[in-house]
Every structure is written in structure tokens, then in C-alpha cells.
């Protein structure tokens, strides 16, 4: 720890011990300081917004004080709420000797509950002249003064109960966050699907490429998987016949932590029986459009310094035209392993000499094209390598019928016409085992009784996962991932 981080460790000590000692003295004065139910009747954007009907009329609001100035027998203060802040007014002539005091006492970050009437100042502003105040919560802690420009910015995350405190901004994320996934959930229901609940320990990891979280449960003496995906249970419910369904939930992952990974996070993964690949493109431009113009009054948001356009239709271009465009290289002439990874090799990528040709266009792929995808973009045409739960293409069976949208250089869903062939998937599965026997740890498991689902019959269906975390990043211009997740994963500090 530096001098400097003691100093202050120990100034934050002392006026810590200062406040407890005007804990006592409430207490003392027969003040409970921690106190119990309070009754409000409006807040502080209501009286804002609504002063020539309220203004003289009585009030009762409650919320932390954020700042404090006293006059001789007269002093302001600002109190905060969820909505925002507004001015209060102590005069000890009006108050009372005792009030006053405890006006006095009162420090930044206390909690109370404040009862008066409506007035505006001589400056102008809206102000509530108190006639009446109580303690809810005694705050022992001192507020920072400028936490947002922490250079230790884990420390905000660490403590995101006083991030959200201090900086309105961070709450309206949240507030954004919250109001999204709601209009996504009605966008759903309004078009028939059904919000499920899938398990999220699972005695096999599957539904996506990923390493597990491994734990144990005791009584049945066997390990789970926290799930790394819903999709296998999620298309056992399309063969039940739950035709059209979703889940908004969270994922885990065993993988690292940057700007965009969280071990955990939150997904939307919905089916439609009947529907193939196509349905689920129409669905996500439509839904995600239209739940952004709801939530953010406008298709245009910035992010980075740039906007972002999500007014329809947005572009549609295959894999490997899409390489083609920002290699020169054409995969539809490069036909075996051997020239993929030869033309790899002239771009200065180098790839494991036991990669098939479609897992060599996806390494060129995401090396040299996914930088410059900024406007919402749907990628098409995925090799069959890399998809091993996704339909081929009938015309061309080495590829699938499959999408990936990418939007400011980031994949936001992934989606394809649901394989229901049980023979197929078989034969694909027991290929991603064999890649797990040589090491790949994130190679599909082998699910029997996801298979023996099938052989009762799985409609034709479309299928769609959504990144909820990586859309709220975008449209509230959160450069990392640990903006929109109110408690991220972060390292250990000891």
C-alpha cells in the first residue's frame, strides 16, 4: 500500500469513528438511528415535475442526503432518491431545538425521512422547506467524492452498492438494463412464446463450445455442470410440443475474464417449431429494433464514437464472402485442408496442422473479417465443422443453415435451423468426443437421452441465442461487460 492509500485509509478511519460516536449521542438522545417503516407519498422527479400543483402543499419523501451547507439557525441539504435529487430547507425556528440538532449531526450518506411543504427559493429552485425529519439509516461510512474517476476502477465494481449511490449514471444503465429485458420478454409473449425454466445444473455440459463450471452434489455421489447453455433442454420441450418457447437466464462459462467475458451471463435462447434459420433472422431484426426504439426512443445509439444504425434491413452476406471482401482469399476454390491452411499461412496465420478446412475459414474469419463488422450485420453460410447442431444446407451440405449477427465488432446472436435428424446428430456427436478424447475441452459431450429426444420425433425448427449483456453494453455505450452486470467476477484482491 503507498503513502498515499494509508493517509487516506487512515483519514477515512477517523472520520469513520467520528460518525460512531454521533451514533451514540442519537442514541443517547432516545433516536433510534436505524429505523423502521417510513410512509412516502411522492418523490423528488414527481415534486420537480409537477411544483405549480404541489407548490405550499405538503410532502413526505425519504431518501440519502447527498450534501449539506448550514447558515446559522438556518441550513440546506440535498436529498437523493431513485428518481433523483431535490433541495431541502432547515430553520431551526421552524423546525424545532431538537430537530435541529439532529439536522446538525446529520452527515452526508444518511438516510432519512423527511416530512414539509413545497417552495421555491429566491434563487429559483424547488426546494422543501422541512417541518418534520427522521432517521431510517445512519450511514458510518464517508462518500467518496470522485468514485467514478477511480483509476482503481475494480474497486467500483467491488462495491457497486456506493458506484450506485454516487454516479446517477451507473443506476440508469441498470434502470436500462431492467427496461430492456422486460420489452423483450413482452415482444415474446405478444407472439405466442412461452418463458420456461430449464435446469442450470446439468449432469451433461451441452448446447455450445465452451468449458464447464464442475461441482458435486453429495446425496446422489455425483458431479454437474453448471450449464454453459439451455439449448438441448430447451429443443427437448420443442419435441414435447411446446411449440414456440424461450428462456432469459444465465450461462456459465469456464473461461477468461476481459472487456467482453464474464464467467457468468445472461442469454435469451428461444425455439420455434416449423421455422428454420430464416424465421429466426426476420425475428431477431424485428425484435431487437423494435425493442431498442421502445427502450431508447430512437434506431441510432452511439457507441465508442460511433453510431450505431439499427433501422431494418440490416446486411446479409455469407462467410466466406465476407473473407473474400477483406482477404482476397476464396474459399470456394480452396477445397481440402491441406490449401486452406496454406492460404492461411500466406496471411501470416498460423493453424494447428489438425484443423479441418471449415475450422481454418472460421480462424480466418475471426482473425481478419470480425474487426470490421460495426453496422448489424448477419453472417451466413457457417462451415459444418463448426456446428455440430445445426442443419446443412441442402444445396450445400458442407455448410449450415446458421447465422451469427455481428454488431460493432462483437457476436450478438447466434442462430440456425434446429438438426433434427437423431442419426446425424449421433454421428456428430460422437465426432466432437473424439475431439474431446484429443484434448478439446470444449468439444460437445455425448448426450444419450438428448438423442433418444429426438428419435420421438423433433418438428423442423428455428433456434436463436442472444447475448442480453454484450445488446445493453451497446446501447447504453458501456465500453466493458462489467458496466451491465451489477456484480461481475473479479479477481481475488488477497
Known amino acids: 500500500m503507498s503513502e498515499h492509500e494509508t493517509s487516506q485509509e487512515t483519514n477515512i478511519n477517523e472520520l469513520k469513528k467520528v460518525r460512531l460516536e454521533k451514533l451514540e449521542e442519537l442514541r443517547e438522545m432516545g433516536i433510534n438511528?436505524?429505523?423502521?417503516?417510513?410512509?412516502?407519498?411522492?418523490?423528488?422527479a414527481a415534486i420537480l415535475q409537477n411544483y405549480t400543483a404541489l407548490e405550499g402543499q405538503k410532502v413526505s419523501l425519504a431518501g440519502r442526503i447527498m450534501s449539506k451547507r448550514r447558515h446559522g439557525k438556518a441550513g440546506f441539504a440535498n436529498l437523493q432518491d431513485l428518481t433523483g435529487?431535490?433541495?431541502?430547507?432547515?430553520?431551526?425556528?421552524?423546525?424545532?431545538?431538537?430537530?435541529?440538532?439532529?439536522?446538525?449531526?446529520?452527515d452526508i450518506g444518511d438516510i432519512l425521512g423527511i416530512k414539509g411543504f413545497v417552495f421555491r427559493t429566491q434563487k429559483g429552485e424547488i426546494t422543501v422547506h422541512v417541518e418534520d425529519m427522521q432517521y431510517l439509516a445512519k450511514s458510518l461510512h464517508p462518500l467518496p467524492e470522485k468514485w467514478h474517476g477511480l483509476k482503481d476502477?475494480?474497486?467500483?465494481?467491488?462495491?457497486?452498492?456506493?458506484?450506485?449511490?454516487?454516479?446517477?449514471?451507473?443506476?440508469?444503465?441498470?434502470?436500462?438494463?431492467?427496461?430492456?429485458?422486460?420489452?423483450?420478454r413482452n415482444y415474446l409473449d405478444d407472439r405466442g412464446f412461452l418463458e420456461v425454466e430449464t435446469p442450470m445444473m446439468q449432469p451433461i455440459a451441452g448446447g455450445a463450445a465452451a468449458r464447464p463450471f464442475i461441482t458435486?452434489?453429495?446425496?446422489?455421489?455425483?458431479?454437474?455442470?453448471?450449464?454453459?447453455?439451455?439449448?438441448?433442454?430447451?429443443?427437448?420441450?420443442?419435441?414435447?410440443?411446446?411449440?414456440?418457447?424461450?428462456?432469459?437466464?444465465?450461462?456459465f462459462r469456464n473461461e477468461g475474464l476481459s472487456t467482453r467475458h464474464n464467467p457468468e451471463f445472461t442469454m435469451l435462447e428461444l425455439y420455434q417449431a416449423?421455422?428454420?434459420?430464416?424465421?429466426?433472422?426476420?425475428?431477431?431484426?424485428?425484435?431487437?429494433?423494435?425493442?431498442i426504439l421502445k427502450v431508447n426512443g430512437s434506431m441510432q445509439t452511439e457507441?465508442?464514437?460511433?453510431?450505431?444504425?439499427?433501422?431494418?434491413?440490416?446486411?446479409?452476406?455469407?462467410?466466406?464472402?465476407?473473407?473474400?471482401?477483406?482477404?482476397?482469399?476464396?474459399?470456394?476454390?480452396?477445397?481440402?485442408?491441406?490449401?486452406?491452411?496454406?492460404?492461411?499461412?500466406?496471411?501470416?496465420?498460423?493453424?494447428?496442422?489438425?484443423?479441418?478446412r471449415g475450422e481454418i475459414i472460421n480462424e480466418v474469419f475471426e482473425e481478419y473479417v470480425e474487426a470490421h463488422l460495426v453496422q448489424p450485420t448477419f453472417i451466413t453460410?457457417?462451415?459444418?465443422?463448426?456446428?455440430?447442431?445445426?442443419?446443412?444446407?441442402?444445396?450445400?451440405?458442407?455448410?449450415?443453415?446458421?447465422?451469427?449477427?455481428?454488431?460493432?465488432?462483437?457476436?450478438?446472436?447466434?442462430?440456425?435451423?434446429?438438426?433434427?435428424?437423431?442419426?446425424?446428430?449421433q454421428e456428430r456427436f460422437m465426432k466432437q468426443v473424439e475431439k474431446r478424447a484429443q484434448g478439446d475441452s470444449e468439444a460437445h459431450m455425448m448426450d444419450e437421452d438428448y438423442i433418444n429426444a429426438l428419435e420421438y420425433g423433433m418438428p423442423p425448427a428455428g433456434g436463436m441465442g442472444i447475448g442480453i449483456d454484450r445488446l445493453i453494453m451497446l446501447i447504453t455505450n458501456s465500453p466493458s461487460i462489467r458496466d451491465v452486470i451489477l456484480f461481475p467476477t473479479l479477481r481475488s484482491r488477497e
Do not use: C
Open 303 to 356: 457507441f465508442e464514437g460511433k453510431i450505431i444504425d439499427f433501422t431494418p434491413p440490416w446486411q446479409r452476406i455469407t462467410m466466406l464472402e465476407a473473407i473474400n471482401i477483406h482477404t482476397g482469399l476464396d474459399f470456394t476454390v480452396l477445397q481440402t485442408a491441406q490449401e486452406a491452411q496454406a492460404a492461411a499461412a500466406r496471411l501470416g496465420l498460423k493453424v494447428d496442422a489438425k484443423s479441418t
Open 85 to 106: 435529487n431535490i433541495q431541502l430547507y432547515f430553520k431551526k425556528d421552524d423546525i424545532g431545538e431538537e430537530k435541529y440538532e439532529l439536522f446538525k449531526k446529520m
Open 274 to 291: 416449423y421455422g428454420d434459420w430464416q424465421d429466426m433472422m426476420e425475428l431477431a431484426e424485428d425484435m431487437i429494433s423494435s425493442v
Open 216 to 251: 458435486h452434489h453429495n446425496a446422489l455421489d455425483m458431479d454437474l455442470y453448471l450449464r454453459i447453455a439451455p439449448e438441448l433442454y430447451l429443443k427437448r420441450l420443442i419435441v414435447g410440443g411446446l411449440e414456440k418457447v424461450y428462456e432469459i437466464n444465465r450461462n
Open 381 to 425: 453460410g457457417h462451415p459444418l465443422e463448426i456446428s455440430p447442431l445445426a442443419k446443412k444446407n441442402a444445396e450445400h451440405p458442407e455448410y449450415t443453415d446458421r447465422f451469427e449477427l455481428f454488431i460493432m465488432q462483437r457476436e450478438i446472436a447466434n442462430a440456425f435451423s434446429e438438426l433434427n435428424d437423431p442419426l446425424d446428430q
Open 33 to 44: 438511528p436505524f429505523g423502521s417503516r417510513y410512509i412516502r407519498d411522492t418523490d423528488t
Open 153 to 184: 476502477v475494480e474497486l467500483r465494481y467491488r462495491q457497486r452498492y456506493v458506484d450506485l449511490i454516487v454516479n446517477p449514471e451507473v443506476r440508469d444503465v441498470f434502470i436500462k438494463r431492467s427496461r430492456f429485458i422486460k420489452a423483450l
